[in-house]
Structures are given as structure tokens and as C-alpha cells.
């Protein structure tokens, strides 16, 4: 609980400091005083104060003309010679007015302008100049803040809409499987109903997020395989072994899935009466190396095998690209007689 409202107080502190009006007032009255702390005329403080109120004044009239009109209407269009122009008259129109100001409020103000007006120029086109930088540098920050959110979007649909396809593509071989055993009425059937509501439990509830448990991955894929087994027979080996120790490992859902589809689809399903499917998981603190193996006919053609189940591993590649990118190794065996899939993957 104290967590969340530490949580929540941040928020509302950022949100208030990030407003405009905010940091815009918090710039100006650090301004003012260091132009305070830097002026080193002879005058008394209230003086001083007048002085550089007026500075901070004019610099303002300046910034945000150059802000809310040049930059949009200009420098925004690409119209550099006229905005570098604009700019320079807008200096050159408003200095001349701050120093009758000048004149107007000090007693002394001939010896405190004299020979000081190109000096007054500069310093007006610097800060105005710091703001068009000021400017630039906000919105390019904004763009990149903009295209990640956009990326992130994006990249979150594009997974929802992957997982979207996977899901259903398993439960409709699961389903079909579930109702050749009902028509023999094998006593298999009530089995296969209990893992199955297992695994969509975990499939509808628990495996929406980008990240799961590794654990619950490796009891999904237990689940699975025991299925398979049921419905596979005596005829088949299927070997599962998890090597290596799991503990709070986060790995993305359903990423192993195609390929332990594919190897029964394409596989053992090909008009083979005795084969296997070997599958061994190393997990390394947060390296994690999958791989399956599973038998297969001679007669199956090469490159309709190397399709491996249509939608599943198309999907799962376009997965890793997204959530690991670069941080993922997929080796593919294709062998007359053999057809296995090495994954690594770095969690990190």
C-alpha cells in the first residue's frame, strides 16, 4: 500500500511540474535571479531589482513571439531566410524600447546605457536564439517519446493479434482430437476435458500479459504433452526433460507451442506408426535453450515440412523478432528422417 501512494504521489508531482505554465514560471524566476546575482552595477537593490525585471520582461516578450508566432509560422515551414530575418528585426525593434524603459526608471541612465546597446542587442538575440534551440531539441524529444509509444502500441497489438491466432489454432486441434475419442467413447475423453480446462485457464486468464512465469509455461507445455500422450498411444515416445532451476524467470506465453504442434502435426501424424518426440529444456538463471526433435516420414516432402504448421511458427518467429529482438537464436534441422528446432533465448 505504501508503495502505490509513494506511487501515486510522483505521478501527481510530475504532472504538476511537467505543465507548461509550471516550468515556464519555475525558467524565468531562475532567470531573474541570476541576472540578479550577475548584475555588478553600482546601484541599490530595489534598483537592480527594476533592472532586471525589466530584462526578464522583454526577454519574455521576445521568446514567446518567437515561440508562438516565428517558430510555427516560419521555422516550422522551412522558411529559414525569413524567420532568420524576423528574428533579427524583432531584436532589433524590441532592444531599443527596453533601453527608453531604461531611461525612464534610472537616474543614471546615460552612463548605464552609453556604449552598452550592441551589448543589449547580443544578449537579447542569445536568449532568444538559446529558446529556437530550446525549442527544437523539446520537440525532437517529444517525436522520439511520440514514435515509442506509437512502436509500443503497435507492437502490443501486433502480439494480441498473434496470440489471437495461436490460441485458437491449438484448440481447434485439441477439440478435434477430444471428439475422436469421444465417438469410440474412450475412457480417455474425461482426461483429456480436465488438462484441456487446465491449459485454457492458463491460456484465457493468466497468459495476456507480455510475460509469464516460466513455471507456468513449463506446467502448460506438461499439460500439452500429457495430452498427446493420451491421445498418441503406446506407439509414440515423448520425451520431455527440464534441466536447470526456475525460479522467478518471466518468459513470453505460448512460445514454445508451435513447435511442439508442429512436430506432432507434421511428424507423427504423417502415416508413421512408431516414432517419438524428444524435448529438452535448459534453463540457465536467464538463458534458456529449447529443443525438440521429433521423428517423421521419409515419404513427407521437405519443403511442405519446412512450412511447420502454417500460421504457428510463421507467428512465433514474428514473436521473437518483437520481444527479443536480437536476443534470440532459431536453428532449424530438416533431415530425412529426423526434424528438429533449436531456440535460445536470452531473458534479459
Not at 524567420?83 to 527608453?100: A, R
Not at 552612463?111 to 529558446?131: P, R
Not at 495430452?227 to 506407439?235: D, F, M, S, V, W
Request: proline share 3%; charged share 20%.
Amino acid at each position: 500500500m505504501d508503495q502505490i501512494v509513494k506511487r501515486t504521489i510522483r505521478a501527481k508531482i510530475y504532472d504538476f511540474v511537467t505543465q507548461r505554465i509550471v516550468y515556464h514560471s519555475v525558467f524565468w524566476v531562475v532567470m531573474f535571479f541570476i541576472l540578479l546575482l550577475l548584475d555588478s552595477n553600482n546601484h541599490s537593490f530595489l534598483t537592480k531589482f527594476s533592472v532586471e525585471s525589466v530584462n526578464v520582461l522583454f526577454y519574455g516578450i521576445l521568446v514567446y513571439f518567437n515561440l508562438f508566432y516565428l517558430i510555427p509560422n516560419y521555422l516550422t515551414e522551412k522558411k529559414f531566410l525569413q524567420y532568420s530575418f524576423l528574428l533579427t528585426l524583432s531584436v532589433v525593434v524590441i532592444t531599443p524600447i527596453k533601453l527608453m524603459v531604461f531611461y525612464l526608471i534610472l537616474s543614471n541612465a546615460e552612463t548605464f546605457i552609453l556604449g552598452k546597446q550592441f551589448l543589449f542587442f547580443i544578449a537579447s538575440f542569445l536568449i532568444v536564439g538559446s529558446s529556437t534551440i530550446g525549442k527544437i531539441i523539446t520537440d525532437w524529444v517529444r517525436h522520439l517519446r511520440e514514435k515509442k509509444d506509437l512502436q509500443t502500441q503497435t507492437m502490443q497489438s501486433e502480439l494480441r493479434f498473434l496470440k489471437s491466432q495461436i490460441n485458437p489454432h491449438f484448440l481447434f486441434n485439441t477439440l478435434n482430437n477430444l471428439y475422436a475419442l469421444t465417438l469410440k467413447k474412450s475412457d480417455k475423453a474425461p482426461e483429456i476435458v480436465i488438462k484441456l480446462s487446465e491449459m485454457m485457464r492458463y491460456m484465457l486468464y493468466e497468459c495476456n500479459e507480455r510475460r509469464v512465469p516460466l513455471q507456468k509455461e513449463v506446467n502448460y507445455i506438461q499439460n500439452y504433452l500429457d495430452l498427446e500422450r493420451l491421445r498418441q498411444g503406446k506407439n509414440v515416445q515423448i520425451n520431455y526433460k527440464v534441466d536447470g532451476k526456475i525460479f522467478d524467470q518471466q518468459i513470453a506465453p505460448l512460445i514454445f507451442i508451435p513447435f511442439l504442434e508442429n512436430s506432432f502435426k507434421h511428424g507423427l501424424n504423417t502415416h508413421i506408426s512408431h516414432g517419438f518426440v524428444n524435448i529438452l529444456l535448459e534453463v540457465e538463471d536467464q538463458h534458456i535453450h529449447f529443443y525438440i526433435e521429433n521423428s517423421k516420414s521419409e515419404s513427407l516432402p521437405t519443403q511442405t515440412h519446412k512450412r511447420s504448421g502454417g500460421i504457428g511458427l510463421v507467428n512465433v518467429k514474428r514473436r521473437l523478432n518483437i520481444i527479443y529482438p536480437n536476443n534470440y537464436k532459431l536453428e532449424i534441422h530438416d533431415d530425412p528422417n529426423t526434424y528438429g528446432v533449436e531456440l535460445d533465448i536470452d531473458l534479459n
